[in-house]
T-cell receptor
Framework: EAQVTQNPRYLITVTGKKLTVTCSQNMNHEYMSWYRQDPGLGLRQIYY???????DKGDVPEGYKVSRKEKRNFPLILESPSPNQTSLYFC??????????????FGPGTRLTVL | AQKVTQAQTEISVVEKEDVTLDCVYETRDTTYYLFWYKQPPSGELVFLIRRNSFDEQNEISGRYSWNFQKSTSSFNFTITASQVVDSAVYFCALSEFTGNQFYFGTGTSLTVIP
């Protein structure tokens, strides 16, 4: 089944404890992206990747890191989480954005709470 | 700067009523793409439509229709004969031709009352 998977789905952690949220897609998509969803703010893009080894900042990159060593994986790293990073996180992928933005397919979301 | 505005935060309708969700966007590009996504109470994001700026024809898919008007920078979404299963948060999004970044609106929460 074609899908985007995220792990963990739920995570409660404490301030300053490094964590990684994994994202994997099995559709051979080139483009991948991370978003956070907060009440009243909609979805905001954190980072995106056009292809392997190519990543760039979205609108709200502060406090996050990403890497794209393989086409299928795009982990989101919080080196020192803070309470304001408590949010619902979505990973997404699309076939390619070379000829214009393609339809993104989203993972199920990761609900992160930072105490 | 790119921006998507969904001014309607919450809408409630009675089942079988028609409802229109508004989306207004700002962009300096002449080539761009617009999207609608649905987020039901279960939380996943479901793709509904992708439209490029050169295609101004309205689109109909079953009970769903979209009205794209470049003159007013709007891409509104209408649900005809609403059903309880349409209850969800709906997001409008914009991406320019380079396709690198996506800009989402704040969403409209639709409740369909049986």
């Amino acid at each position: 089944e074609a899908q985007v998977t995220q792990n963990p789905r739920y995570l409660i952690t404490v301030t300053g404890k490094k964590l990684t949220v994994t994202c994997s897609q099995n559709m051979n998509h080139e483009y991948m992206s991370w978003y956070r969803q907060d009440p009243g703010l909609g979805l905001r893009q954190i980072y995106y990747s056009m292809n392997v080894e190519v990543t760039d900042k979205g609108d709200v990159p502060e406090g996050y890191k990403v890497s794209r060593k393989e086409k299928r994986n795009f982990p989101l790293i919080l080196e020192s989480p803070s309470p304001n990073q408590t949010s619902l996180y979505f990973c997404a992928s699309s076939l390619s954005n070379q000829g214009g933005p393609d339809t993104q397919y989203f993972g199920p979301g990761t609900r992160l709470t930072v105490l | 700067a790119q921006k998507v505005t969904q001014a309607q935060t919450e809408i409630s309708v009675v089942e079988k009523e028609d409802v229109t969700l508004d989306c207004v966007y700002e962009t300096r590009d002449t080539t761009y793409y617009l999207f609608w996504y649905k987020q039901p109470p279960s939380g996943e994001l479901v793709f509904l439509i992708r439209r490029n700026s050169f295609d101004e024809q309205n689109e109909i898919s079953g009970r769903y229709s979209w009205n794209f008007q470049k003159s007013t920078s709007s891409f509104n979404f209408t649900i005809t004969a609403s059903q309880v299963v349409d209850s969800a948060v709906y997001f409008c999004a914009l991406s320019e031709f380079t396709g690198n970044q996506f800009y989402f609106g704040t969403g409209t929460s639709l409740t369909v009352i049986p």
